[in-house]
């Protein structure tokens, strides 16, 4: 199994949910959060004054999948987040080693 983190930018989360559910995707967990990377935040008026905005509004998305769909997940994603311009995002695939239903007790890809 595998564990697929994606950081993309929040108007894309839409097209981004819809395009995993085309490919039969049924679980996923998202967070608002902040960051930056190569961007470095920007610049922004308010009230005639300057001031710069370090971290920039996320989302990031947690799926955790059988290793035969990471790849089509991971094209989902990043196809449907992409702009093409600079802060479209990261995503990272880490190994699962056990997945527990807490409500069943069902393991492995059977508690997906």
């Given at each position: 199994m595998k564990k697929i983190e994606a950081i993309i930018k929040p108007f894309k989360l839409d097209e981004v949910k819809e395009s995993l559910n085309e490919i039969g995707i049924q679980g996923i967990t998202v967070s608002?959060?902040?960051?930056?990377?190569?961007?470095?935040?920007?610049t922004e008026l308010y009230r005639g004054a300057e001031y710069?905005?370090?971290f920039i509004p996320k989302i990031k998305m947690e799926i955790i999948c059988s290793d035969d769909?990471?790849?089509?997940?991971?094209?989902?994603?990043?196809?449907?987040?992409?702009?093409g311009r600079i802060g479209d995002g990261k995503i990272f695939i880490t190994p699962v080693e056990e997945v527990?239903?807490?409500?069943t007790g069902e393991r492995g890809e059977d508690a997906l």
């Open positions: 608002e959060v902040k960051g930056f990377g190569r961007q470095k935040g920007h710069v905005v370090d769909v990471a790849g089509k997940v991971v094209e989902a994603i990043e196809q449907s987040a992409k702009t527990v239903r807490i409500r």
